[in-house]
């Protein structure tokens, strides 16, 4: 309420000219709003569709290499290579054999089963 008291106090103190300036500024916004909105809508979503699927073959790719690189680096540790042999029956130790490895672990009632099939859908 303090806003609008403020602002019709604020009218109060415009000139007449410079009311009627404001108004006509208002109209021609809402004018060129009407003309070029639709124009720029339609590049804007052009140019948007391919900028994300630049920005997703990019991310992909981003995930693919420090997958690799946490696989690399999990394999050099005899904790981890040891617990891995143990658990994964190939001996390719990657996130999907994983994810396939627990999956087998888990109940199919449990949203942790479900979860999972989600993650593997990403992998096939």
């Known amino acids: 309420?303090?806003?609008?008291?403020?602002?019709?106090?604020?009218?109060k103190k415009i000139s007449p000219d410079e009311?009627?300036?404001?108004?006509?500024?208002?109209l021609d916004f809402k004018e060129l709003k009407a003309i070029y909105y639709d124009y720029f809508n339609e590049i804007f979503n052009n140019k948007k569709t391919e900028l994300l699927k630049t920005i997703l073959k990019i991310l992909n790719s981003k995930v693919y290499y420090l997958d690799k690189l946490i696989w690399l680096e999990a394999e050099s540790s005899s904790i981890v290579k040891k617990h891995l042999t143990n658990l994964l029956a190939s001996n390719k130790a990657n996130s999907k054999n994983y994810l396939l490895y627990m999956l087998s672990k888990t109940r199919p009632d449990t949203q942790k089963h479900k979860n999972i099939q989600l993650y593997l859908?990403?992998?096939t």
Request: hydrophobic share 45%; glycine share 0%; net charge positive.
């Open 19 to 26: 009311f009627e300036f404001k108004i006509r500024l208002t």
């Open 1 to 11: 309420m303090a806003e609008k008291i403020t602002t019709l106090q604020n009218l």
């Open 121 to 123: 859908r990403i992998y």
